[in-house]
Nanobody, 121 residues
């Protein structure tokens, strides 16, 4: 089992910056990739950015050049951070942390509780 706890988010003006953090604990050695997803009002959830255990990153077109994802870990916790710059009103959404873990070839999908990001003047 992997537990995910998100922090950060909140209200920011257009052009501002925010940092989202996600702390993963539990069976962290099984985690392959982690990422941030978001759900805009009335829309399907979409990938924003993810990073593999090897450090490979991938960004949605809307996030390229503005968001940066990074991860590090200690003995008990994997920390996933995403710096979001030049935020736009269309970035307003609920952001969720996701961890993909594999145990004995069985994939497991874990999600955080979600955190609100609001970009408004």
């Amino acid at each position: 089992q992997v537990q995910l706890v998100e922090s950060g988010g909140g209200l920011v003006q257009p052009g501002g910056s925010l940092k989202l953090s996600c702390a993963a604990s539990g069976s962290i050695s099984s985690i392959n990739a982690m990422g941030w997803y978001r759900q805009l009002p009335g829309r399907e959830r979409e990938m924003v950015a993810y990073i593999t255990s090897g450090g490979t990153t991938n960004y949605a077109d809307s996030a390229k050049g503005r968001f940066t994802i990074a991860r590090d870990s200690d003995k008990t916790t994997v920390h996933l951070n995403m710096n979001m710059n030049n935020l736009k009103p269309e970035d307003t959404a609920v952001y969720s942390c996701r961890a993909l873990a594999v145990v004995a070839t069985t994939p497991n999908d874990y999600w955080g509780q979600g955190i609100q990001v609001t970009v408004a003047a």
